[in-house]
């Protein structure tokens, strides 16, 4: 019985590096040559995991980062800014951010496009 196989050398350093936040070493490159399909597989599924367990924590992440700039801009709101407008006005002014939305979503860890997105 023959396996189907998943992983794709030709991007497994992209996988390795979305999992890990940067690209793999020699070390797992010495590794991965070693490999027959069978381990070269079983490595793919792992940074599959990793990969999918890193994207969970980066949304929780930016759920946590919203929730923190919806409650400072409603403080900004409060006690001084007015409308969420000018609150937004301000902030880019405090993260000199030019009014680039997505730098400002960056500087702040938001979704990138969350500014964009009519929240």
């Known amino acids: 019985m023959s396996q189907a196989y998943t992983f794709d050398s030709n991007v497994v350093s ?3 590096k ?8 020699s070390d797992f490159w010495q590794e991965w040559s070693a490999s027959n399909d069978h381990q070269r597989q079983e490595i793919w599924d792992n ?6 367990s890193e994207l969970q924590r980066q949304h929780q992440a930016e759920q946590r980062a919203v929730a923190e700039f919806e409650n400072r801009l409603r403080q900004m709101i409060l006690t001084g800014a007015g409308d969420r407008t000018t609150a ?3 902030m880019h002014r405090e993260y000199q951010t030019q009014g680039d939305a997505e ?13 964009n997105s009519g929240a």
């Open 47 to 52: 940074l599959v995991i990793i990969l999918k």
């Open 14 to 16: 992209d996988l390795y």
């Open 103 to 115: 730098y400002l979503c960056f500087r702040l860890n938001l979704p990138y496009d969350y500014l």
């Open 88 to 90: 937004i006005e301000w």
């Open 18 to 25: 979305d999992a890990h936040g940067f690209r793999p070493s």
